[in-house]
């Protein structure tokens, strides 16, 4: 495996897989490693329970929405 290879977050829209849009100081967010990229998906899906737990969302969004995927393999 390529050390310079980067991971993205996909998000299942009604079209299809794409980029979920993350950003992280203005770039699109990238990560080192499959690990990184499912903790930050994990982490996501962590705040929205809590929000729904207080009655400040409606719960649509699963962890099934969100795959990672190899930058140069994301079309």
Do not use: C, S
Not at 25 to 48: C, G, K, M, S, W
């Amino acid at each position: 495996m390529d050390g310079n290879m980067k991971y993205k977050v996909e998000y299942h829209f009604a079209y299809g897989w794409d980029d979920a849009g993350w950003e992280d100081d203005d770039q699109p967010a990238r990560f080192n490693t499959v690990p990184e990229a499912q903790t930050a998906i994990d982490e996501l899906i962590a705040d929205i329970q809590d929000a729904v737990a207080r009655g400040n969302m409606i719960d649509l969004e699963t962890k099934d929405n969100y795959r990672v995927v190899a930058e140069d393999n994301a079309n």
